[in-house]
């Protein structure tokens, strides 16, 4: 059993899970959200409250494709409305669960409104116009929503390499404060 605890700056622990977090993400009220893929769901914890202790906002601790499943959940954003959106890797979706609620509905993949495949997503970022970015890992890509579907924006031979048009299991991406992508990781 592995054991994460996250400190403040001041070495203060804010959370306490038993397994590792995959994906973090800090929202407008500082909540601070962890995805575990080895449990199967994200857990969030207030960082202005006194308690370490996290709450369970999104699975049910097993792997499934159902809507109030995950399947080793990666990357993790939360809107301004605090919707949570999950890269459900291993059920090759996005996910969307709105606050407080325990079922999502699939915005993008398997299950999705658009045809559109995923293989292991792992990062997901939504903009100030509310279109989507996905890290697609398995298929070496990075894709966004537009207005009729998604399309490719690099890695789009959804060939591994290491040429500039190519993309080598990318895991990440960032954008700054004002939701601009600055940056894709390998």
Do not use: W
């Not at 994906?23 to 207030?46: A, M, N, P, Q, R």
């Not at 792997?63 to 809107?79: A, E, K």
């Not at 606050?99 to 699939?106: G, K, L």
């Not at 995923?118 to 996905?134: K, Q």
């Amino acid at each position: 059993m592995i054991t994460t605890t996250i400190e403040s700056k001041n070495g203060k622990s804010v959370m306490h899970i038993n397994s590792s977090c995959t994906g973090l993400f800090v929202d407008i009220s500082y909540s601070l959200y962890c995805s575990s893929t080895k449990e199967h769901s994200v857990f969030k914890v207030g960082l202005d409250l006194n308690t370490s202790t996290p709450v369970v906002v999104a699975g049910t601790g097993c792997p499934g494709p159902v809507t109030n499943m995950l399947d080793h959940p990666h990357g993790l954003f939360v809107d301004e409305n605090f919707n949570l959106f999950v890269a459900d890797t291993h059920n090759n979706r996005i996910q969307r669960f709105q606050s407080d609620q325990p079922n999502a509905v699939t915005v993008a993949g398997f299950g999705g409104p658009v045809s559109f495949i995923l293989n292991r997503p792992t990062s997901i970022v939504v903009d100030g116009d509310d279109y989507l970015f996905i890290v697609d890992s398995g298929n070496h890509r990075m894709i966004r929503s537009i207005s009729k579907g998604f399309e490719c924006l690099f890695g789009c031979s959804g060939k591994s390499g290491a040429s500039m048009s190519e993309l080598n299991n990318p895991q990440t991406m960032s954008f700054d404060k004002y939701r601009n992508k600055v940056d894709e990781l390998h």
